[in-house]
């Protein structure tokens, strides 16, 4: 069982409370947590591990929503929702891939800081001798090298 603590309210708030509403806020609420998890865990361990899921959970969807366009279907056929959905999966996977192939400290990044990261950056595209070059700050080259030395050794796994 979790023991949860109310939030405490504004001073001028606990005055528009009924009564019934200040004893409920008053007394205290407990939480059940039913679990097959393996008995060698300890009950803080199952109650942060289940915290973390719901939040690892939410933060997911978020993404799904906000980074990947999915907040809505854009049709009433339900195929063809359902497609629109399986590509916007298929593009949250793939970009957790290349996640994994960032440095550390950008693993915990959004799609949108990662778009903003890599792709709004500023450059030059230059044309010499039939090659086209794209200029840009020597750390995004170095960011860039390390991005596809990654790659190419998770190809090779």
């Known amino acids: 069982m979790v023991k949860k603590s109310v939030t405490p309210l504004l001073p001028h708030m606990w005055d528009m409370l009924t009564e ?12 059940v947590i039913a679990t097959n998890a393996d008995e060698r865990l300890s009950a803080e361990e199952v109650v942060r591990f289940y915290r973390q899921r719901g939040d690892t959970s939410e933060n997911r969807i978020k993404e799904f929503k ?26 949250y996977n793939l970009f957790i891939l290349f996640k994994q192939t960032l440095q550390k400290s950008w693993q915990k990044h959004t799609v949108a800081t990662i778009r903003y ?41």
């Open 20 to 31: 019934e509403e200040k004893l409920d806020l008053e007394r205290e609420h407990y939480h």
């Open 117 to 157: 990261k890599l792709y709004h950056l500023a450059g030059k595209v230059i044309k010499h001798s039939r090659k086209t070059v794209l200029k840009v700050q020597e750390e995004f080259v170095e960011i860039f090298y390390g991005i596809r030395e990654r790659i190419y050794e998770a190809s090779l796994e």
């Open 66 to 91: 906000n980074g990947f366009n999915l907040s809505y279907l854009p049709s009433s056929d339900f195929i063809a929702n359902a497609f629109y959905f399986q590509i916007g999966v298929l593009a």
